[in-house]
């Protein structure tokens, strides 16, 4: 099972990042093959449908920051998804790079980065909530494209911004593993249901 696994901060010392690598260790841990891509690393353009009708007209190859995140979630059978908080929604960063993926422009067809997923999400912040109420928006863009989202997720509150030796809790650590070991089992049914 491959498992592409990113987080919607661009901060190079994300709360999030940190939260996914222990999602990454525990789904390592299960037997998957883990892939970590930093949207902040990619420099993905914004969205502009415009661009997108001027590089079809001309028979131009999308961006190339594009084309590699889209080939990762091609090459993978789950996505594992850490999302900051912003205003009470998922970051301007990751819906960017949901709506580009959304847009393959080969024979695959649009939708085809989507096609056949589970995904797991995870949130945290520095405040009481931990960032839950991106969660239900980030669900309602992923189903919506046919992304199956797992029921478990979770939302992490009151993270250091700088990691104390005590950090992740007991707590932190049972939630992650939770949407890492309920990521793991949903994936490998269907894998196993496609063979």
């Known amino acids: 099972m491959k498992v592409l696994a990113f987080t919607g901060s661009m901060r ?6 940190r939260l ?12 998957a093959d ?19 009708g001027e590089l079809a007209s001309t028979g131009k190859p999308m961006p190339e920051p594009v ?8 090459a993978s059978n ?32 649009g939708l ?34 046919g992304v199956h989202v797992i029921a478990q997720d979770f939302a992490c509150p009151s993270a250091p911004m700088q990691a104390p030796a005590d950090w992740p809790n007991d707590a932190t650590i049972a939630g992650v593993n939770r949407v890492a070991d309920a990521l793991h089992h949903t994936a490998g049914a269907l894998l196993g249901a496609r063979s």
Request: proline letters at 5%; charged letters at 25%.
């Open 12 to 17: 190079a010392d994300s709360v999030n990042r």
């Open 20 to 31: 996914l690598l222990l999602a990454c260790d525990r789904l390592t841990q299960l037997g």
């Open 34 to 52: 883990v892939t970590e891509i930093q949207l902040r690393d990619l420099k993905l353009p914004m969205f502009d449908e415009d661009l997108e």
């Open 67 to 74: 084309v590699r995140l889209q080939d990762a979630m091609l």
């Open 78 to 109: 789950a996505l594992l998804i850490a999302s900051p908080e912003y205003n009470g929604a998922m970051s301007p960063a990751l819906k960017n790079a949901i709506d580009w993926c959304s847009r393959r422009s080969d024979e695959q067809g």
């Open 112 to 145: 085809a980065c989507y096609r056949s997923k589970v995904a797991g999400l995870l949130a945290t912040s520095p405040g009481a909530l931990g960032g839950i109420r991106a969660l239900p928006d980030l669900r309602r863009v992923l189903s919506g494209i």
